[in-house]
């Protein structure tokens, strides 16, 4: 993971306040969580908005025995 990801940065943030700050490391922890449930979220947007694309089957025009 990059170090610049901010799912990463949030959890990095939330280890180092786990002691210090339950308060701060259930925020940043939950931050974390949210970012990536939104990416899975767009990347399954992304996914389903793609063209789909379907080879020519063998039937349809120009094929079979009504040429």
Known sequence: METNDIEYRLRELATKWKHA???VHDVCRDAAEEVRILRLKLAHIEELS???FYPYSELGWGK???E
């Open 21 to 23: 700050n339950i308060d």
């Open 50 to 52: 793609k063209p789909k």
């Open 64 to 66: 079979g025995k009504d």
